[in-house]
Nanobody, 121 residues
């Protein structure tokens, strides 16, 4: 089965930076799409950023210009560089994967366990 393991979460002051990492294993398909999602208590899960296998990216409006998604396709590592963090960025962040092509933030069947990001004033 596919395994996704996030790391890099923690506590940071507003204006600071964090880099999240996701290690993927067990996926045997030739094409894939990976992304980052987040969910704060009492709120719906939202897509943060998506990167397709060959580098095209999609960002949520709330993070565009502050966050950067990247990947190491050979090693199947996914990263999310988060700069100028804001209080509203506080959430559990999840790594996700889908087979085949990317279709925005839709249809991700594989998920990691999440890593907590807490931004304080």
């Amino acid at each position: 089965q596919v395994q996704l393991v996030e790391s890099g979460g923690g506590s940071v002051q507003a204006g600071g930076s964090l880099r999240l990492s996701c290690a993927a294993s067990g996926y045997t398909g030739s094409n894939y799409c990976m992304g980052w999602f987040r969910q704060a208590p009492g709120k719906e899960r939202e897509g943060v950023a998506v990167i397709e296998q060959y580098g095209a990216t999609i960002y949520a409006n709330s993070v565009r210009g502050r966050f950067t998604i990247s990947q190491d396709s050979t090693k199947r590592f996914l990263y999310l560089q988060m700069n100028n963090l804001e209080l509203e960025d506080t959430a559990m962040y999840y790594c996700a994967l889908r087979s085949g092509l990317c279709y925005g933030f839709s249809a991700f069947p594989y998920w990691g366990q999440g890593t907590q990001v807490t931004v304080s004033a």
